[in-house]
């Protein structure tokens, strides 16, 4: 198993009153799967988010990435699991203005102290199709182009997951579709894949689903075909 | 990261907001500038002075009779100094080479229609050469002209020209308070030193000067050559047992004169513009100051509108000392950018003070440097605080910012 999760719990406190985002959710992800998070805004969706990706910690519980217990780790420790395990793709792209794309897709490898991180991010830009839009900075780039640099960003230190929030949100029909394409490519290739949607027609595409309410699981259902 | 990208990072963002850039810059240009022109002045200023001094003599030192009176009371200048003192101090202090006796005065000086008022310097041959002053052409009066008071005279080239204009002067007779005198040689220019013109003036034998022209029985001043190498100190407190034992001072008394050396002049003189210096210089570090702080206001701008980048940046792993390192580095990049284009300004600034005006400026490579390192530790000093705040954003909290 690729991700342990077992009795997490995150409270916020909000205008004196305690928020239980997510109350004791355990489950588990298989390498290699591809897994939807579903659930409508507020049910605790973005909290799970932030903890599996790593930018939080939560208050109780435990969750084991890549045979690592990473829920006790120090901030450090924490920036440098984001940019070996994970693989972030957003909404809105975030990719950085005013540097070209195969900058964008180095920066993870810089920050990991790379060497050849010009050659791999070259490689990852080629895994997406975009060898030739190399040099071309993000407001030169389509929607489409920009998530697919984002991919690239988020695949090229070979992480553990790749943790995809509403990854075709931004996107028109056909472009989402094509994203959703190149998510199931890099799936075939082995590599386990989360994404968080509400989006049914993208929910449709994975392996499983869990559904997600007022910060408890309520039920993880396998597709009944194992996905396409 | 590679501390490159960083560089061309902050370089890139700095080139995309030109104007606020430039702007936030202004005040370390500004100030860097200040310093160095201000520096450049003082060192002129200094230069000249040191000049000047040493253009009057080596190993000079000076004897003028200074107050008189005793407990407490002073009774204005006194004579005191004599012949027989100058002569002393040549035969008791062995460290002394070579003196000269001097009396000055002022006189009306004439040349068929042309008047001048100038001044009179009664003195030995030995004058020429403690003073530094060259005859640039005839010659210098001689010893024996010394002996019987001949009335010769070498002239300032201020007062030639105010004499004679373009006419020769040599072996003309000049009329000095109605008397007439030869003019047997020229001095070189040596430039106007401020508080008096060596250039416009006539030296001729004190002889002649004393008996003939200025009525007077006493010296204006005693002017003393060291030897090579003498330690002006050591021949100062000899000089000054010899001429207090001549003039019967108590033990506890004044000193009835007071003796001067150069190298103690160009020090006092130094130690003005050097304290000037450090005023100006002072001033313009305010300057530098209030150019920090301008770099801070706008990298916390710049952190405002970057948070989103900063969150994208720690999703992917940056850690905070990454994120530090980047926004300190903007701010050096800006006060140090900044501090070159200052040092460029100031030196052209300095140029032009002193092509426009009278005032010499000498730029050292000392005070850039200092502007320099000045500028680049303000850039730490007030982009810490705003690259700090940077570092510490939460990473959710800086993702979701608009």
């Known amino acids: 198993m690729i991700i342990e999760v077992e009795s997490m719990t995150k409270t916020y406190s909000l205008g004196g009153s305690t928020i239980r985002a997510l109350d004791n959710v355990s489950f588990g992800v298989e390498t290699g799967e591809k897994v939807a998070i579903m659930g409508p805004s507020g049910s605790g969706k973005s909290t799970l988010m932030h903890l599996l990706g790593c930018l939080d910690r939560p208050d109780s519980g435990r969750y084991v990435l890549d045979k690592k217990n990473v829920s006790r780790l120090s901030k450090n420790a924490l920036a440098e699991v984001r940019n070996r395990k994970i693989g972030f793709v957003f909404q809105t792209f975030n990719l950085l203005p005013r540097i070209t794309a195969l900058e964008n897709v180095e920066l993870p490898l810089l920050y990991a102290g790379h060497r050849e991180a010009r050659g791999r991010a070259e490689e990852a830009l080629k895994i997406v199709g975009l060898s030739d839009r190399m040099y071309h900075e993000p407001n030169q780039l389509s929607g489409g182009e920009r998530q697919r640099v984002a991919v690239a960003r988020a695949i090229v230190t070979d992480p553990a997951i790749i943790l995809a929030d509403e990854p075709t949100g931004n996107l028109d029909t056909k472009t989402g579709e094509e994203i959703m394409r190149l998510f199931q490519e890099l799936n075939d290739q082995g590599r386990t894949i989360i994404v968080v949607t509400h989006d049914p027609e993208v929910a449709v595409r994975c392996s499983r689903r869990i559904h997600i309410r007022d910060g408890q699981i309520k039920d993880s259902e396998p597709m009944p075909t194992g996905g396409e | ?402």
Do not use: C
Request: net charge neutral; no cysteine.
């Open chain 2, 1 to 402: 990261m590679l501390f490159w990208t960083i560089v061309k990072v902050a370089t890139k963002s700095l080139l995309a907001n030109k104007l606020r850039s430039i702007l936030a810059m202004l005040g370390i240009i500004i100030g860097v500038a200040a310093v160095i022109s201000m520096l450049a002045l003082g060192a002129g200023a200094q230069k000249r002075i040191v000049d000047r001094i040493s253009s009057m003599g080596a190993n000079l030192l000076i004897v003028r009779p200074g107050q008189g009176g005793h407990r407490g009371v002073r009774t204005g200048p006194v004579q005191t100094l004599t012949l027989n003192d100058a002569q002393a101090l040549l035969d008791d202090v062995p460290t002394i080479d070579v003196i000269a006796p001097v009396v000055r005065g002022s006189g009306q000086f004439k040349y068929y229609g042309n008047n001048s008022q100038s001044v009179i310097t009664g003195t030995s041959i030995t004058y020429f050469p403690i003073r530094n002053f060259e005859v640039e052409r005839g010659r210098p009066f001689t010893e024996s002209e010394v002996e019987h008071s001949a009335r010769v005279a070498v002239l300032g080239p201020t007062t030639v020209e105010n004499l004679f204009e373009e006419s020769d002067p040599l072996e003309e007779t000049v009329k000095i308070n109605g008397m007439n005198f030869k003019v047997v040689g020229v001095l070189k220019a040596k430039g106007d030193q401020g508080w008096s013109n060596p250039d416009d003036q006539a030296i001729i034998p004190y002889t002649t000067a004393m008996k003939q022209i200025l009525g007077v029985d006493y010296l204006r001043e005693i002017d003393l050559q060291a030897v090579e190498g003498a330690d002006h100190e050591q021949v100062q407190t000899e000089a000054t047992q010899v001429l207090r034992r001549r003039h019967r001072i108590q033990s506890e008394a004044d000193d009835d004169f007071h003796i001067r050396n150069l190298a103690e002049m160009a020090q006092a003189a130094s130690d003005v513009t050097q304290t000037f210096t450090i005023l100006l210089g002072a001033v313009a570090g305010i300057s530098l100051l209030v150019g920090g702080i301008g770099i801070m206001n706008i990298m916390l701008v710049t952190v405002t509108e970057r948070t989103r980048e900063i969150g994208i940046r720690k999703a992917i792993g940056a850690k905070d000392r990454d994120i530090l390192t980047q926004f300190l580095l903007e701010a050096i990049v800006m006060s140090g950018l900044g501090g070159l284009l200052g040092v460029l300004v100031g030196v052209g600034g300095a140029e032009a003070i002193a092509q426009m005006s009278q005032f010499g400026t000498v730029i050292k490579a000392s005070s850039v440097v200092l502007a320099l390192s000045v500028s680049t530790a303000v850039g730490i000093f007030f982009g810490f605080y705003p690259a700090r705040r940077a570092a510490l954003l939460d990473p959710i909290d800086a993702l979701r910012y608009e």
